[in-house]
T-cell receptor, first 114, second 113 residues
Framework: KAGVTQTPRYLIKTRGQQVTLSCSPI?????VSWYQQTPGQGLQFLFE???????NKGNFPGRFSGRQFSNSRSEMNVSTLELGDSALYLC?????????????FGPGTRLTVT | AQSVTQLDSHVSVSEGTPVLLRCNYS??????LFWYVQHPNKGLQLLLK??????LVKGINGFEAEFKKSETSFHLTKPSAHMSDAAEYFC???????????FGTGTQLKVEL
């Protein structure tokens, strides 16, 4: 079974631009979560989508948004990019069986804002 | 609210010696706890998870962790380190419901010959 895939793997953007990142979950997984990883702040939860609905949201400004499609694929968008948005963006999917279910992570998209 | 504290930012061991990576957690609910590993320029890989069943949890690559409620700890151990274990390790807590993971700050494990 294929793992979580993220595209693109690397991206360079300029301040003020916007960017869209894509995540394809493991087949059959309906929950997709997004995380931001930076050297200063570590790994921080952005949001989670389940069955096309945002179920949880972290403490990020409204410039960060996402959506999920009927096939469970998810995209996240960052508008009006700032230098501080440079980070590794990780997507994770989970199967949601039982009480607790682990999340499987993709390789990430490395975003550099100049 | 939930939080995770990884007590060491860097740990260095010799190959063949035991590994101990320490983690303390705080959670209002019965939490699920995980350890993930991240190799350079790679995503996160799940090592093991605790979900209120057995308190001693065995994971991949010879790692295990023990859940101690009285000490609110979930330390990761391995009897004998291998060079390939060099990576960053994250202790993670998840509340009883929902999928929002809270990560520790990570422990960088260095394995020397």
């Amino acid at each position: 079974k294929a793992g979580v895939t993220q595209t693109p793997r690397y991206l360079i953007k300029t301040r003020g631009q916007q960017v869209t990142l894509s995540c394809s979950p493991i087949s059959g997984h309906r929950s997709v979560s997004w995380y931001q990883q930076t050297p200063g702040q570590g790994l921080q939860f952005l949001f989670e989508y389940f069955s096309e609905t945002q179920r949880n949201k972290g403490n990020f400004p409204g410039r960060f948004s996402g959506r999920q499609f009927s096939n469970s694929r998810s995209e996240m968008n960052v508008s009006t990019l700032e230098l501080g948005d440079s980070a590794l963006y990780l997507c994770a999917s989970s199967l949601e069986v039982g009480v607790s279910y682990e999340q499987y992570f993709g390789p990430g998209t490395r975003l550099t804002v100049t | 609210a939930q939080s995770v504290t990884q007590l060491d930012s860097h740990v260095s061991v010799s190959e063949g010696t035991p590994v101990l990576l320490r983690c303390n957690y705080s959670s209002s609910y019965s939490p699920s706890l995980f350890w993930y590993v991240q190799h350079p320029n790679k995503g996160l890989q799940l090592l093991l998870k605790y979900t209120s069943a057995a308190t001693l949890v065995k994971g991949i690559n010879g790692f295990e962790a023990e859940f101690k409620k009285s000490e609110t700890s979930f330390h990761l151990t391995k009897p004998s380190a291998h060079m390939s274990d060099a990576a960053e390790y994250f202790c993670v807590v998840k509340p009883g419901g929902g999928n929002k993971l809270t990560f520790g700050t990570g422990t960088q494990l260095k394995v020397e010959l």
